[in-house]
């Protein structure tokens, strides 16, 4: 017996060693049929049924266990009677349903699904199963009455090849409801972001992920390896399909979204160009070199060929001078022109000036004589106009003010408003915890994570605490004549109509919560590979970070990621200030508040608007509450329109300072003072109130009118427009009125006549700059950018009826003056008469000697001129070059005022904020989506069109330049937009300078030429004052144009009209007569203005109207004053022939006059002497007085100098 024993035993052993060595053979299974329910799985999302262990040879299928093997396995068909597998029918349908569920989510790529088909056949249905799994854990399973050795973990090795190639067909198979990666559920806690073939194998081979019904565990082999693999297992090396390869069975490749070796080879994007270079640097910088050299070089060529000329022709003008020197006056040296020698052009400008003197002489005259009638009909019709301003419309929109009706995005946005609702309104906190030490969490789960000092439960719970006393707002609403809430004006996506406060979209990290207190504080054991440990709500928040569409997490506490509205939040829209994908380790917290944007005319739009306005006062007493743990910064949807109308009432008494220093200024200089006891007579305080006056109508006339028609204003308008207006009518008020005190009044001269006179001299340059910058600013107005378009229009119309307004209603007030001034009475009290007489001289003041005398006579002397034309030479050609390099664009900061809770926003917005603007495609009608081909022209899946509407926003997110935003938009073309508008308005400048000067061509070139030179270096000097261009800057761009004209062509036209013997004298006279004047007017009206500026709290002003405005003054002061003078003395036209033969003319025939005078006198004393001699009685005393002996008075001799002189 005992030997029958032990050959028994031995027997036994020697078997059970030979089913060992060879349990791994091909056409052998390791398991076959199923054995019942995995005793140690709980509930799962399938049954957990797992197989016998059964180590026997692969069966053939027939029949209906074949065709099921066809349909889930098409990879294991080997033919009818050829085929053999390693599963029931009943394995089959189990392993049919498992695939069923993660099929779905990889659906969109058919190579990908059947890969991860691929792999669970081989392991389940394999004929040679035993060569590549090996059971590792077994436990009896019993299944109806009958108990059986079940598989309940393996080991499935396969090779690198087909693993690795199966997960690279998978890796970017995206899933349409989320936009995120399928594989990213797949993994577990790793995520799409890191996961590894590992990982994505080791999280299906894990039953704890409630498919798997028993643990896998995969053994990725390297080809050619051998280490580690039991003897007789062979690693799976299949085939694995490419992403970008058809299947068996005829499924298309995979879509370009899923897959990027199917996406078609696209050209590369252009590149921007790069700086512009020659000679290996900057290309402006040697451009700027070459112009400013060749400026130079002509300039002195010139030099050179003037003195060549002038010596060779000194001689000959030398004679000419002798000749026609006159006997009186030996300053005149006119030459002697014989009526042959004038030009049709010099007869056309004298014409041309004559007629214009006539003409305003006569309208001064009728003006000056019907004040009360002029003024009354001035204020009617300026009542007329203005009455419009009960009807005016203030455009803030910032798209409305900047973007083209006509623009591409600008259509866009109004299609997709008007089909689908403006962008819901905004509310927003960003809450920091700056100072407080972050730690390391060792999850039980996830590993060590680092979480900052922000996120912790002290600070969620505050935070949530804040939150809900925000959501628990209610105020009396008059619109709807109730009691209103969030829930009436909030963004509710999932219930719109009857919405609840919990079905307001309010987006913060609480939300991962459900904004329960109770799901913050919960907190449970679990246990994970053996460990045993708690986790709370810093294990939920780190998988809902990563999960944010999971309706239960993979945590003990199994509560939901979503927010209580029903829909996801997105890490980056809950936190920020952090870096890659460590949202535990944020250092802000985001609290957004999402309400319904309606029209301005509907009747919640009132209630939007003060929910806000309570949002705002909640967050600001929060914000001053000593206790409270957050440093933070908010906004609210209307804060940038309550920020941008607090400053603007703030700086209104700015700007009226600077309206007050501007008249008191005018007021003062305008005054004649020369005596003190005549002070308040000869003082022009009216005057320059008149004149203020007159500007303001203007402005609301131009105002009035166009809002009868229609035409929107705008805060630019009312800022830069009486500005404008004011400088040119400031400038016109000096000259008229300089000229009128300068002037004596000629014997039996009336005043009005007088007035009328200087008129007729002056209106006609009052003329030439007012039609100048009307017409300018009227072609301004084809402008396709609103605000720039509305801009034009306004200041054109209130350039030209300050204009008119001078030439009717100023022309009476200097009247009304001037016959006060005529009786001696005071200004303010003018029942008061003072017994002081008024001078008979002219009044030439304190500017006009010290610019003749001093001023004129350095800056015209031949060394200072050659160093002036260098100077404004270089300062051109610097100008050039920074004009290239000016920065485009605007900061929205700049329109907060200083210290404003905004600019803190906007600091916090960029530092922490992960995301931008939305951004929206839309399909429009007209568009066949019925058919086969419509639907593959717009969908992203397999089979769709490679180049579809959402293939083509795949292909477009690599070149995100292409998408453009509706407000920045203008900055594509600003730059051109610029150029044109400027183009036309330099454009009149030149034309009516030519026309009313009888077309002088040359003197319309350097008046064009000057205010180019203004603009340029305006650009430069912004560059350097860190001014940005913008449509702001453009604006104001357009008004130095207007304004550089009142620097620029009084002096033109009163240099054209000289006739001085030379350049210089005439520069001179030019410089001295109408410079002063234009100081006093221009120069000296803005800079005090502009300096009152600076105290401005608004940044935009600060810059665009203080900075700009200040550039723009002094630069045209500069070539104004400086340059012009010196460029005129060198290339100004010649004098006008016409004028100098008609003064030859009138000088010959006061001369014939006085030969016959002296003549006629000679005569009659010869006679008298005759007739006293024969006629004396011898004892007589008395001599008989002659009959005449009255010289040519004084005055009549100064009346005929003044004559000549005048032209």
């Not at 009396?476 to 004549?481: F, G, T």
């Not at 051109?876 to 329109?895: C, I, K, N, P, R």
Request: aromatic share 12%; hydrophobic share 40%.
């Amino acid at each position: 017996m005992n030997v029958v024993a032990a050959l028994i035993t031995f027997l036994t052993c020697t078997t059970v060693q030979v089913l060992s060595q060879n349990e791994h053979r091909p056409g052998y299974c390791a398991f076959y049929e199923e054995c019942g329910r995995n005793p140690l799985l709980g509930d799962t999302l399938i049954p957990p049924i797992v197989p016998c262990r059964n180590f026997s040879q692969a069966r053939a299928l027939t029949g209906e266990h074949y065709k099921k093997l066809q349909e889930v396995c098409p990879m294991l068909d080997k033919g009818p009677g050829s085929t053999f597998a390693c599963c029931s029918l009943k394995q089959l349908k189990s392993l049919d349903m498992s695939l069923t569920l993660s099929k779905a989510l990889l659906v969109r790529c058919p190579s990908c699904a059947e890969n991860f088909a691929h792999l669970h056949c081989i392991n389940t249905c394999s004929p040679n199963q035993s060569q590549s799994v090996k059971v590792t854990k077994v436990m009896n399973v019993t299944s109806l009455g009958k108990t059986r050795e079940a598989v309940v973990e393996y080991q499935a090795y396969l090779s690198t090849s087909f693993s690795d190639a199966s997960f690279y067909s998978c890796q970017n198979v995206r899933i349409p409801a989320t936009g995120g990666f399928a594989i990213g559920t797949m993994c577990g806690r790793y995520g799409a972001k890191l996961c590894t073939p590992q990982r994505w194998y080791d999280f299906q081979g894990d039953s704890s992920n409630g498919l798997a019904p028993l643990d896998i565990d995969f053994r990725l082999i390297k080809p050619g390896e051998t280490e580690g693999i039991p003897e007789g297992v062979i690693p799976y090396s299949g085939r694995a399909l490419n992403c970008n390869e058809t299947t068996p069975s005829g499924g298309q490749v995979c879509s370009c979204q899923d897959c990027k070796s199917s996406c078609p080879v696209l050209p590369p994007p252009q590149m921007p160009p790069g700086p512009f270079r020659l000679l290996g640097t900057d290309g402006f910088f040697v451009i700027t070199i070459i112009v400013f050299a060749l400026l130079i070089y002509f300039f002195i060529f010139f030099l050179m060929f003037s003195c060549w000329i002038k010596s060779k022709k000194n001689q000959d003008e030398n004679k000419v001078e002798k000749k026609g020197r006159d006997q009186k006056c030996d300053s005149v040296n006119q030459q002697v022109i014989h009526p042959s020698e004038v030009t049709c052009a010099d007869k056309n400008s004298m014409a041309a000036q004559a007629f214009l003197s006539s003409v305003f002489q006569s309208w001064g005259t009728i003006m000056a004589s019907y004040p009360f009638t002029v003024l009354l009909v001035s204020a009617v019709v300026v009542a007329a106009f203005a009455a419009g301003l009960m009807s005016i419309e203030l455009t803030t929109d910032p798209v409305e003010l900047w973007s083209a009706p006509s623009s591409r995005a600008r259509q866009e946005k109004e299609f997709h408003d008007k089909h689908f609702g403006p962008f819901f309104r905004t509310n927003q906190l960003i809450l920091t915890a700056p100072g407080r030490k972050g730690y390391i969490y060792d999850s039980l789960l996830f590993g060590q994570q680092n979480f900052s000092g922000l996120v912790s439960k002290e600070l969620i719970i505050e935070m949530l605490l804040l939150q809900k006393k925000i959501q628990n707002i209610e105020f009396w609403s008059e619109d709807l004549n109730r009691t209103a809430s969030l829930k009436d004006v909030c963004f509710a996506p999932l219930n719109p109509n009857n919405s609840s406060l919990t079905d307001c979209a309010v987006n913060s990290l609480p939300q991962y919560f459900q904004n329960s207190l109770d799901n913050i504080n919960a907190k449970v054991n679990m246990t994970e590979l053996g460990v045993t440990k708690e986790v709370d709500w810093r294990d939920h928040l780190i998988y809902c970070l990563s999960s944010p569409l999971s309706f239960k997490d993979i945590t003990a506490l199994g509560l939901s990621c979503m927010a209580d509205y029903g829909a996801p939040v997105f890490p980056f829209l809950a936190v920020g200030g952090y870096l890659g994908d460590e949202y535990t380790n944020a250092e802000a917290f985001i609290l957004t508040f999402s309400l319904n944007n309606y029209p301005r005319t509907h009747v919640k739009y009132n209630v939007a608007m003060q929910w806000e306005k309570e949002f705002l006062k909640i967050v600001q007493d929060y914000q001053r509450d000593p206790t409270a743990n957050f440093t933070f910064a908010y906004m609210a949807e209307r804060s940038l329109e309550d920020e941008i109308n607090r400053t603007t009432a703030e700086d209104i008494p700015i700007f009226m300072i600077s309206y007050a220093v501007i008249f008191v200024y005018i007021a003062v200089a305008l005054g004649e003072y020369s005596s003190w006891r005549r002070i308040l007579v000869d003082s022009k305080f009216l005057v320059g109130f008149g004149g203020i006056l007159v500007v303001g109508c203007s402005v609301l006339a131009s105002m009035g009118f166009y809002s009868w028609i229609g035409i929107p204003s705008s805060l630019v308008i009312l800022q830069v427009v009486p500005f404008l207006v004011l400088a040119v009518g400031a400038d016109n008020i000096f000259i008229f009125v300089l000229e009128y005190q300068r002037d004596v009044r000629k014997p039996n001269e009336t005043r009005e006549q007088q007035i009328g006179r200087v008129l007729g001299n002056v209106a006609p340059s009052m003329l030439l700059c007012s039609l100048s910058e009307s017409v300018c600013f009227f072609l301004g107005a084809l402008s396709t950018m609103p605000a720039v378009k509305s801009f034009a229009l306004y200041a054109a119309l209130a350039v030209l009826m300050d204009f008119v307004l001078q030439m009717t209603s100023f022309v009476a007030l200097l009247s009304l003056d001037a016959r006060r001034q005529d009786n001696n009475r005071c200004e303010l009290l003018c029942c008061v008469t003072v017994s002081a007489k008024k001078s008979d001289k002219p009044n030439e003041g304190f500017l006009l000697p010290l610019m003749r005398n001093y001023y004129a006579p350095v800056l015209l002397n031949q060394y200072i001129r050659f160093i002036v034309m260098v100077v404004f030479i270089f300062m051109f050609s610097g100008s050039l070059y920074l004009m290239f390099h000016v920065t485009v664009g605007l900061d929205q900061e700049l329109a907060m005022p200083k210290g404003s809770y905004m600019l803190d926003y906007f600091q916090y917005l960029y530092k922490y904020l992960e995301v931008g603007v939305p951004v929206y495609f839309v399909t429009k009608k007209g568009f066949n989506f019925t058919t086969e081909e419509g639907m593959n022209a717009v969908c992203s899946s397999v089979g769709c069109d490679q180049f579809s509407m959402t293939q083509k926003i795949q292909y477009a997110a690599n070149y995100p330049e292409l998408v453009t935003n509706v407000f920045y938009e203008q900055y594509l073309t600003i730059v051109p937009e610029g150029l044109f508008n400027i183009s036309l308005c330099l454009l009149p400048t030149f034309v009516v300078c030519c026309l009313l000067l009888g077309l002088d061509l040359r003197s319309g070139l350097l008046n064009l030429i000057t205010i180019i030179m203004i603009t340029v270096d305006t650009v430069g000097v912004m560059t350097l004052w860190d001014i940005h261009y913008n449509a702001v800057a453009l604006i104001n761009l357009v008004t130095a144009v207007g304004i550089s004209v009142e620097f620029v062509s009084h002096m033109t036209r009163s240099f054209a009209l000289s006739t001085k013997s030379t350049r210089v004298e005439r520069a001179k006279e030019a410089t001295a007569n109408m410079g002063s004047a234009v100081f006093a007017g221009v120069a000296m009206t803005n800079l005090p203005g502009i300096l009152v500026l600076a105290f401005a709290k608004a940044q935009l002003i600060q810059i665009f109207f203080f900075r700009l405005n200040l550039v723009i003054t002094l630069l045209g002061m500069a070539h104004g004053l400086i340059f012009l003078p010196v460029v005129l003395s060198y290339l100004g036209p010649g004098v006008n022939k016409a004028v100098l033969l008609q003064i030859q003319q009138e000088q010959t025939k006061t001369r014939q006059e006085l030969e016959l005078t002296n003549s006629m006198r000679q005569f009659y004393d010869n006679m008298n002497f005759e007739d006293s001699e024969t006629n004396k009685e011898p004892h007589s005393n008395v001599t008989q007085a002659p009959m005449y002996t009255k010289d040519p008075s004084p005055s009549t001799e100064h009346e005929q100098e003044e004559n000549i002189d005048w032209f």
